[in-house]
């Protein structure tokens, strides 16, 4: 199964301002949109964002999350040391009929 | 609070089976569409199927179609992972995660249990 396509890693500097992307096609993040989680060290991963961009309540507005296309986006604002981690989008895939995971992004805070 | 607890994982050797089981708790289980993800040792993370509230619609990644059943008990608020001919590449952290569904919307991977570890081996 065809995976979603995330930079292998990002680094930018405490308080900067850091863009994921993830790019898939129109089975996928085209048609309804991903969902983004966060990953840390040893940890299962926290919903960030679901398919509509949603935030559930208790994550911070320093994340939010865009689609254009077939390519979406995580913007993180004021980077902090704890958002140190791997991130992930999914989506569901119509034509598989199965949730696709990119590979995830390493995001390092200088 | 609500909760997802994992178990079941163990070392099993390559074409034997195995059962994990996620047990819910803190939230009307039922109402919930359930998947399982899991993540090999220092990989990323991959959906490995899904089963609808009701129970009656499943969905398996092509990586484990034919080898792995998910089913659940919503009277024991319990999902399980039913793993047979196992490879040592299905050697991973299983999680369960909970799926919200509602109008024409859904919150998918809301709540995550803490994983439990498959090692297929010899």
């Known amino acids: 199964q065809a995976g979603l396509t995330q930079p292998p890693s990002v680094s930018k500097g405490l308080r900067q301002t850091a863009t994921l992307t993830c790019t898939g096609n129109?089975?996928?993040?085209?048609?309804?949109?991903a969902a983004w989680l966060q990953q840390h060290q040893g940890h299962p991963p926290k919903v960030l964002s679901y398919r509509n961009n949603n935030r559930p309540s208790e994550i911070s507005e320093r994340f939010s999350a865009s689609r254009s296309g077939n390519t979406a986006s995580l913007t993180i604002t004021g980077l902090q040391p704890e958002d140190e981690a791997d991130y992930y989008c999914?989506?569901?895939?119509?034509?598989?009929?199965?949730?696709?995971f990119g590979g995830g992004t390493k995001l390092t805070v200088l | 609070q609500v909760q997802l607890v994992e178990s079941g994982g163990g070392v099993v050797q390559p074409g034997r089976s195995l059962t994990v089981s996620c047990a819910a708790s803190?939230?009307?289980?039922?109402?919930?569409?359930m998947h399982w993800v899991r993540q090999a040792p220092g990989k990323g993370l991959e959906w490995v199927a899904l089963i609808w509230y009701h129970g009656r619609e499943t969905f398996y990644a092509d990586s484990v179609k034919g080898r792995f059943t998910i089913s659940r008990d919503n009277s024991k608020h319990t999902l399980y992972l039913h793993m047979h001919s196992l490879r040592a590449e299905d050697t991973a952290v299983y999680y369960c995660a909970t799926e919200y569904s509602y109008g024409s919307g859904s919150k998918p991977f809301d709540i995550w249990g803490q994983g439990t570890m498959v090692t297929v081996s010899s």
């Open positions: 129109n089975n996928n993040v085209g048609n309804q949109g």
């Open positions: 999914s989506a569901w895939d119509s034509s598989l009929s199965a949730w696709v």
């Open positions: 803190g939230f009307t289980f039922s109402d919930y569409n």
